[in-house]
Structures are given as structure tokens and as C-alpha cells.
């Protein structure tokens, strides 16, 4: 038929009838309720092939969010701050280095595409000098002396590994991260190669996005008989009160 415009109308759907009817009969594979050969199936639920390509996929996510704030760095009039530097660039080296001992195979897993070490590195020696961390920069500088250096950029580089050699050997105290689970006092790299996490536990540190600094939040399951409100309630409640209250529970 012809529209009131004068054009021609499109033929339009039926009330209650699906404007895709083709896809509903193909269905999509693999999701379930969806029609299809996997609703006569069944489905059992993500294989093991999905949970690790999940988990792969989630890596990458925080590792190319967080190397995003290094590639600021380097763009013209970009904000620096050394707090928000260092704790970037530490997530990545942690992170990375995880990676590197996952592998296989002799040779070191390769970086995610477009990420540069030398970058990282870089800032996290740089960082490190600012904020008194002085053994943490003189591990960062001894590893851009194995890389190779923009020429422009290799006097300054040098001049900074000299410096950093008049200093002590030690980081400051308050700079080392802390588990909120053991409470154990973590070095600034992980020695274990095993990620962004405690060395002590395994936690995994909770890291703020804008600053990527380490939040005291913890994973924790509430005791069984504990409703969802009662639970809300402890956490809400002052940690005076809430071992009070505890304590007379218990009696």
C-alpha cells in the first residue's frame, strides 16, 4: 500500500508476532533459552575453554586500562603524578611478570600487543626515584639498561641511574603494600612471579581505577543463618560496637 507521504509502506509486523522471526527459529548458538539446536540440547552451563578464555580476556582489559594512563604520560600537556605513576606502573611490572613465569615455553610469553616495557619501566623508575622507593629504581633502571633506549632519551636515562646509585638500598616502609587479609607486609615486587597479589595469601589486591591504588576491601561469604539485611547491618555497624555486640552474642 502507499503511505500518506506518497510513498511506499513497509509491510509491518503483526501485534504480538517477533520482528526477527528468521533468527528465532536459527537461534544463537550456544546461549541457552535462545531456540535453536542448544535449547534441545540443553545447556550445561560455560565449558572450561570459556571460563580461561574469560579470565585471559579480563587480564588484558586491566592491563591495557592501566598501561593507558602510561601512554598519557607521553602525550603533549599531560598531568603527572608520581603517587598515581607508581602505583600504575608497579600493577603492570606485577602483572607482566606473572605472565612471563606462566609460560611455557623457554622463551618469555610475548606483551600484549602495543605495550612498550620499556615505558613502564621507565615511569616506575622514575616514580620510585621521586618517592623514596630507592631499591625498587635501581631494580627498574638495571632493567632499562637491557633494553634498548631512544637516543634522545639515553643521557637523561643514564643521568638518573648515577643518581639513584648515591641513594640507600632500601624502600620506605610506608610505600610496601599490605594484605588486608593476613595483614602481612608484602615487597614492592612480588617474588613469587604470581601476579598483583599477596605473597602471603594469594589475595588478589583491589585496586581503585582512577589512581590504581590498593583498596582495604576484602572477599568475605557471610556465616550461614545470616540473612543478607543482618550482614548489611554488621558491615555498616563501627568495629567498636559490632566485637560488642559479638561478644554478647556470644554469651
Not at 539446536?37 to 560455560?46: C, D, K, T, V
Not at 598515581?84 to 606485577?94: D, G, I, K, R, Y
Request: proline share 9%.
Amino acid at each position: 500500500g502507499n503511505s500518506p507521504t506518497g510513498g511506499e509502506a513497509k509491510d509491518e509486523p503483526a501485534a504480538g508476532s517477533s520482528q526477527w522471526p528468521d533468527r528465532e527459529k536459527r537461534g544463537v548458538p550456544g546461549v541457552p533459552g535462545v531456540g535453536g539446536a542448544s535449547e534441545e540440547a540443553g545447556w550445561s552451563g560455560p565449558s572450561k575453554d570459556d571460563v580461561a578464555r574469560f579470565a585471559e580476556y579480563m587480564r588484558r582489559a586491566r592491563i591495557y586500562f592501566a598501561y593507558q594512563h602510561i601512554e598519557d604520560l607521553y602525550q603533549p600537556f599531560s598531568p603527572s603524578n608520581p603517587e598515581a605513576n607508581f602505583q600504575v606502573s608497579l600493577f603492570l611490572v606485577n602483572s607482566l611478570a606473572a605472565v612471563t613465569a606462566a609460560s611455557s615455553s623457554s622463551s618469555p610469553a610475548p606483551l600484549p600487543h602495543g605495550v612498550s616495557m620499556l615505558r613502564i619501566l621507565q615511569t616506575l623508575a622514575s616514580a620510585a626515584r621521586e618517592l623514596g622507593a630507592y631499591k625498587l629504581a635501581r631494580y627498574a633502571y638495571d632493567k632499562v639498561g637491557g633494553l634498548v633506549v631512544p637516543e634522545d632519551e639515553r643521557d637523561a636515562v643514564e643521568l638518573a641511574m648515577l643518581s639513584v646509585q648515591a641513594q640507600p638500598v632500601r624502600d620506605k616502609a610506608e610505600l610496601l603494600p599490605v594484605c588486608f587479609i593476613s595483614g602481612h607486609t608484602n615487597p614492592l615486587l612480588n617474588p613469587l612471579n604470581t601476579g598483583d597479589v599477596s605473597a602471603s595469601c594469594g589475595h588478589p589486591f583491589i585496586r581503585s581505577a582512577s589512581n590504581c591504588e590498593i583498596l582495604p576491601l576484602v572477599e568475605f561469604v557471610p556465616a550461614p543463618g545470616l540473612t543478607d539485611e543482618e550482614a548489611i547491618d554488621l558491615i555498616r555497624t563501627p568495629p567498636s560496637e559490632g566485637s560488642q555486640q559479638g561478644r554478647a552474642g556470644g554469651k
